[in-house]
């Protein structure tokens, strides 16, 4: 095996034998949230905790239009149909206009090929395997919707502004955050 290909794998590696599980990014500080109520006085300036920045309350939290699996399903049934409910309009007519130019090629082949049966053409081998390639590319649109509408599900709130960059010795990326108040 190359040297130079070794990262890769190993990273391919790590990522099939992790198990997917909830981020501890991703879960609620619950210990962190403040009381809102008016009557309830804040803390002194010189608390220890005057320096923690406040976490919002559960009620306040963003959570995503669809669960990530009613997304997947709904593109699984309708490719696109989950990216819209997600916002991601452009996303889910590609997935749309994919499905109609694998569906009419579907059919354009098999009308074809009953016109070289009526014939009795020495290609129906090959329209055959045209027309089963175009049930594959269907058949493989629906489900990469579906799970590419899984994973916009998971991914909704992440902020559009990542930037990837060529570097010396790889790829990086950066995404800017907001000034700290």
Known sequence: ???????????????????????????????AVRSTAPDQARPAATDSTAHTRPVAPDSLLLNPPITPMGAFFRSLAVPGWGQATLGRKLTGGIMVAWEGVTLGMTIKTSHELAYYENIHSPNIPAKEQ???????????????????????????????????QALPHGVGGSIPLPPVR
């Open 1 to 31: 095996m190359s040297v130079s290909r070794w990262p890769g794998r190993a990273v391919l590696l790590a990522c099939c034998v992790m198990r997917a599980g909830p981020l501890v990014a991703q879960q609620p500080d619950t210990a």
């Open 130 to 164: 045209e027309r089963q390639d175009w049930l594959v590319l269907l058949v493989f649109n629906h489900l990469f919707s579906g799970l590419e509408a899984y994973v916009s599900a998971h991914l909704w709130d992440f902020p559009p502004d990542l930037r990837l």
